[in-house]
């Protein structure tokens, strides 16, 4: 007969009446099933159709393709794509190599490129409703009171906006991943011992967070950080919660992890100060500047969710207005102590709120932000930080709400038609009517750039600003090099040429993190890479080759991430041992 266990500790700290409010828990198949029909009926249009959402969709779909291609040919992920346009293009070196890796080793698994691509989407959705719904079973809220901060999240109208208006793929998986990361940190800082659970939670939520989005990365750590900051400071009970055990926990998870991303995130820091897109001020105050608009007062207050760019389907970024108006006079209504930590986190969370929605509107703030934050590009975009902002105070009001009496415990029913109103109004935004791809992965109307060899805007990003653009380009021939993911980044070309002549190639790259052979890179036109021949060639046929290098950055990246993932499969095994000892142990 197993021995009694020790009760386990909540793992955030909440007020001893907070569950004590009577109401019981539904049955998990009552609760499973409830969550499973709202992110179906959010993810309808991409399990029915794959046609009814943005041109962003297929550009990712394709990039994924590619990912997929290279692992499948070479067992690894590559930092190149390969494309119609141009060769050895570093797109996975500077936007989320992690994510299109992860999702290309899946749709290798289940055989679907497609199908691995909408899956994705699903597990974002449910990586955030699943981390509130955990962060609202730790705060002590009971039954189904514990499933509103996360369908408030998932049903507002940018979240949506972010699958619906453009595709935004790695935006989209970078934020539906923080609710997740923040349970699994609370969980993994408190508990008195590792769990496998919230471990393997914690170490797939930073994968997936620091290998997703690099706006959001940075953003994302810099909002939770002052908040958390800001919490601590004001709310000492929490602070005292928080263990060096419990904070050697975390690191010994969360470090791992995030080595896991160094086979991009390694050259992403050393080179990205040499991107084309990163010296361009110009190119990022004018999106700034251009987008302000769309977040003006009449957008942002408005109670419907009519798209703010008509040229744009269901562009939606009204701010959750009845949530917030709850909010403020559940504050109100419940009275709760000064000293109440749930009231203090509240007020620190309505602050945030405040300051994020002044900087978000205030386009003078955005264009004196300092280097990296500002290639935020859209000041909409802090607007996912406002919904994380306001589902937690949301999660806070049920919990004073719990703990306020019966009487009072009341007001949290009028939350119940403010989600209802939510949950129909996402159902109309997501409720899109596109013309129908037959095929999306030839994207013969929407993503035509990417399957055609023509230049086009945007995809020169990441070309090297150090090589010298090159005007006159009268006379110069043309040559091609055929690369794929099954050459394993390498190409080769043979040309009929002289010392000193320069070729304009069909390369978009940068010069760091590939290896020219036969000639040497004399500058770019249009973002493709001019090369020319070594004046002391031989007159004649040269043969020029190229190939993926592994310079410093590379290599350290590589290791560390190898690093990454045997120190997280040593903690599996080791959790999965002593889960077993303590299993014996108590039988």
Not at 109 to 138: C, E, Q
Not at 190 to 211: D, S
Not at 374 to 391: D, M, N, T
Not at 557 to 577: D, E, I, N, Y
């Amino acid at each position: 007969m197993a021995t009694a266990s020790k009760p386990r500790r909540r793992t955030v700290p909440a007020p001893a009446s907070a569950g004590a409010s009577g109401r019981r828990p539904l049955p998990w198949p009552v609760s499973t099933a409830g969550a499973v029909l709202l992110i179906g009926l959010l993810t309808r249009p991409m399990l029915v159709s794959h046609a009814d959402t943005g041109q962003s969709w297929y550009v990712h779909l394709w990039y994924l393709a590619h990912q997929a291609g290279s692992i499948r040919d070479n067992g690894v992920p590559s930092l190149f794509v390969h494309d119609g346009p141009a060769v050895f293009n570093p797109h996975y070196a500077f936007y989320g190599g992690s994510l299109y890796a992860a999702a290309g080793a899946l749709a290798l698994a289940i055989g679907s490129v497609k199908a691995a691509y909408v899956i994705s989407w699903v597990l974002g959705f449910a990586a955030a409703y699943g981390g509130w719904l955990w962060l609202g079973r730790s705060a002590g809220v009971r039954g189904w009171w514990a499933h509103i901060p996360g369908a408030l999240f998932i049903t507002s109208p940018y979240y949506l906006a972010l699958p619906y208006s453009e595709g935004d793929w790695p935006e989209f998986m970078a934020v539906s991943t923080i609710p997740l990361l923040m349970a699994s940190i609370l969980d993994v800082l408190v508990a008195e011992r590792l769990r496998p659970l919230p471990a393997l939670a914690l170490a797939a939520g930073t994968v997936l967070f620091f290998g997703s989005h690099n706006i959001t990365m940075l953003w994302g750590t810099t909002v939770l950080a002052i908040a958390a900051t800001a919490v601590a400071l004001a709310v000492p009970r929490a602070r005292r919660r928080v263990t060096r055990r419990g904070v050697l926990r975390l690191a010994a998870v969360m470090a791992p992890a995030v080595c896991v991303d160094a086979w991009f995130l390694a050259p992403d820091l050393a080179y990205h100060a040499h991107t084309l897109i990163a010296g361009d001020s110009a190119a990022w105050r004018f999106l700034l500047t251009w987008s302000a608009p769309f977040v003006a007062p009449r957008h942002l207050l408005s109670l419907d969710r009519s798209t703010v760019e008509p040229t744009i389907l269901h562009f939606s970024l009204q701010l959750p207005v009845p949530g917030l108006a709850w909010i403020v006079a559940g504050l109100a209504v419940l009275r709760p102590g000064r000293r109440s930590p749930w009231l203090r986190a509240n007020i620190v969370l309505l602050v945030l709120i405040a300051a994020l929605v002044v900087l978000m509107t205030n386009v003078g703030m955005l264009l004196a932000l300092p280097g990296p934050y500002g290639l935020l590009q859209f000041g909409y975009r802090l607007e996912s930080y406002i919904l994380l902002a306001v589902s937690g105070a949301v999660l806070g009001v049920l919990v004073l709400a719990a703990a306020a009496g019966p009487r009072r415990a009341r007001w949290s029913w009028l939350v119940v038609p403010i989600l209802a109103v939510s949950v129909i109004q996402a159902a109309a935004q997501v409720d899109v009517h596109r013309p129908h791809v037959s095929d999306p992965m030839a994207f013969k109307d929407v993503a035509a750039r990417y399957h055609t060899p023509q230049v086009a805007p945007g995809i020169t990003d990441f070309v090297s600003r150090d090589l010298p653009p090159i005007e006159r380009i009268q006379g110069l021939r043309h040559v091609r090099f055929a690369a794929s993911a099954q050459d394993g980044d390498r190409a080769a070309i043979t040309v009929d040429a002289r010392p000193g002549q320069r070729f304009i190639t069909n390369a978009m790259t940068m010069p760091e993190l590939v290896d020219l052979g036969g000639a040497r890179f004399a500058g770019r036109s249009n973002g493709y890479a001019v090369v020319e021949v070594p004046p002391g060639a031989t007159p004649g046929a040269a043969r020029i080759t190229l190939r993926a290098a592994r310079p410093l950055p590379v290599a350290i990246g590589q290791a560390l991430s190898l690093f990454g993932v045997a120190a997280l499969a040593a903690h599996g095994v080791a959790m999965s041992l002593g889960w077993r000892r303590r299993r014996r142990t108590a039988d």
